[in-house]
């Protein structure tokens, strides 16, 4: 798989974790959302240490992402407008069950991209 073009038209939110460190990019893009690992399965375990409190993955190819910690990353708390896009993409998300019903949390595919991979 060809690593991740964020400028690609299809262009959506997405949490990325490269080398231990989490981002979100294109975050005020809330027609899609998604997680991007820039590393093999075999650092699954290490990927999931550095998701802690953001994301439970369910599988390899599966997520979910806690819509509090969402809202607080990278001081995107005190932002109303972008707190209203995200209402807005939950509100949509909700009837397609991609909202956790008791937890709240966002569900996400993850892809996992491999150093290399092209």
Do not use: C, Y
């Not at 038209?9 to 981002?23: E, P, S």
């Not at 959302?33 to 075999?42: E, H, N, T, W």
């Not at 953001?54 to 407008?81: C, H, I, K, P, Y």
Request: proline share 5%; net charge negative.
């Amino acid at each position: 798989m060809p690593p991740h073009d964020p400028n690609a038209l299809d262009a959506d939110m997405w949490l990325r974790w490269h080398q231990g460190d989490v981002t979100l990019e294109d975050a005020d893009d809330f027609k899609h959302f998604k997680i991007v690992v820039d590393a093999d399965l075999a650092r699954q375990a290490e990927v999931a240490r550095g998701f802690e409190g953001l994301v439970e993955f369910v599988d390899a190819g599966t997520a979910w992402v806690s819509q509090a910690a969402l809202r607080a990353f990278d001081g995107r708390a005190s932002n109303g407008q972008w707190q209203a896009g995200l209402d807005a993409m939950v509100a949509k998300a909700r009837p397609h069950d991609w909202v956790h019903a008791t937890t709240g949390a966002i569900r996400a595919h993850v892809v996992w991209q491999p150093p290399g991979a092209a």
